[in-house]
């Protein structure tokens, strides 16, 4: 059983809403956008919210949402709506099925042959308002015409301007207190029962393979006194002794204070990705003392080609770091790369790995190696940019035997997986693939 659960007095009135993560529970259950919604759903009056996994709950209300925060999960959205009972074909059900999270926003339309609409971009003040019609809507005919002019809401077929919505005040926007976890967790939860603490939202950096520059390129913060207040809360109500910390950069102006006070509260902490143009001594520290025994460096490809992917720092600045941790006493540091990059050469490949063995010998603890294929996605700089098999296979073999040749252990490069995923997030319909570039099967 899981805990904290928000228990609400039954009413045979209300109505109820599925929130619905469409992958495993263990992963899942550390997403804040399904935990959003489950807290702003029951904290209004006459709604229940119940959360479902691919391997936990079921399906049962009349409106269900689900979240997409990665392409390959679609297929579980089909499956999940079979398994109960529900019709794909939207004309057939009566039930209302919709979706958002990060997939949602930036194409919309890849499942849109399924869903009745997509809620864009935040969904704090636009939830509310979907359901209040819901509530005095005397049809799904009725309810759909009058959400579809709702600013971040796409109903398909209805919305001719689908716009983005963006919430007006984050400060004081509603936060999901509420974290419930089941009692025993077992080794695949990697961050245990851990508070999560969202501290900003949005990104001023512009990496040219992410979407949130375009979907929202502006940072708000939540102020200092808002963040203990949440912290104090949030421990004692799901009595937590851990915290993440969730931030797209985590340059939050006062980050320090933030992770003294969490030593302060004795609770340890992890902190997301960090951006090397931000790192310095004491961030660094703190972010040790908080229990941290690796980091997260992205440097993506050798010096030459950096600034083309929308990153600006040095070879020298990445060994700066490198040193920094070591003296800190980090125990490993792992490291994304990028292959199938526009331009990337063979030469930049064996760039890329001399740069990788530089980085392992330069430190004591364990170095890791993360390389993935680009996948060019909608709302990205690099949207409209082929997955080029061919040239990527090449680079991934020609990547693994001088990574081999230098004794520098990386895992397999999945091509097939990341081309699947490019298929997934650039289609206009996922049943009917119309883009011309999906049958690039080079
Ligand atoms: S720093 Fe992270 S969130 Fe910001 S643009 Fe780069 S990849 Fe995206």
């Given amino acids: ?136 809507s005397k049809s799904k005919e009725d309810f759909l015409k009058n959400i579809a002019d709702i600013k971040g809401v796409f109903v398909y077929g209805i919305t001719s301007n689908p716009d983005y919505a963006r919430v007006t005040d984050f400060n004081n926007a509603p936060y999901p207190l509420y974290q419930p976890f089941e009692q025993e967790l077992d080794g695949n939860f990697v961050f245990g029962k851990t508070f999560m603490l969202e501290v900003e939202r949005g990104c001023i950096f512009k990496c040219r393979f992410c979407s949130l520059p375009q979907l929202s390129n502006t940072t708000g913060f939540r102020s200092m006194e808002k963040i203990k207040e949440i912290i104090d809360t949030g421990l004692e109500l799901n009595n937590r002794n851990h915290v993440s910390i969730y931030a797209p950069s985590f340059i939050h102006p006062e980050r320090n204070k933030i992770m003294k006070y969490l030593l302060e509260k004795k609770v340890t902490f992890t902190v997301p990705a960090i951006k090397i143009e931000r790192i310095d001594y004491e961030f660094l520290s703190l972010v040790k003392a908080g229990g941290t025994r690796s980091i997260t460096l992205a440097p993506e490809c050798n010096e030459e080609l950096r600034s083309s992917v929308g990153k600006y720092y040095s070879d020298e600045k990445l060994f700066e770091i490198v040193k920094m941790a070591e003296d800190i006493g980090f125990e490993g540091i792992k490291y994304y790369f990028l292959i199938g990059l526009p331009q990337q050469t063979d030469n930049d490949i064996e760039k890329m790995a001399t740069l990788a063995l530089s980085l392992k010998s330069k430190f004591k603890g364990k170095t890791y190696f993360s390389i993935n294929p680009l996948v060019a996605k909608s709302r990205t700089s690099f949207e409209g940019i082929q997955f080029d098999r061919k040239i990527i296979n090449h680079q991934a073999k020609l990547l693994t035997s001088l990574m081999k040749k230098n004794k520098v252990k990386i895992k397999p490069i999945n091509v097939s997986t990341s081309f699947t995923e490019w298929k997934l997030s650039n289609a206009l319909s996922f049943s009917k693939p119309r883009a011309d570039h999906l049958h690039n099967d080079a």
């Fill in 1 to 136: 059983m899981e805990f904290p659960l928000i228990e609400k007095k039954w009413n045979k009135n209300n109505h109820s809403m599925d929130i619905v993560y469409p992958n495993k529970y263990y992963g899942g259950v550390y997403c804040l956008g399904p935990l959003i919604v489950y807290n702003i759903v029951n904290s209004m009056e006459n709604w229940n919210c119940n959360r479902v996994f691919l391997d936990k709950g079921s399906i049962s209300s009349k409106l269900i949402g689900f979240t997409l925060q990665y392409e390959l999960d679609y297929y579980n959205v089909l499956k999940m709506l079979k398994n109960a009972g529900i019709p794909a074909d939207k004309s057939m059900r009566k039930e209302i099925v919709f979706a958002g999270g990060p997939c949602i926003s930036t194409n919309p339309y890849t499942l849109s042959d399924y869903f009745d609409f997509a809620m864009l971009g935040d969904v704090e003040e636009t939830l509310p308002q979907v359901l209040r019609i819901f509530e005095s």
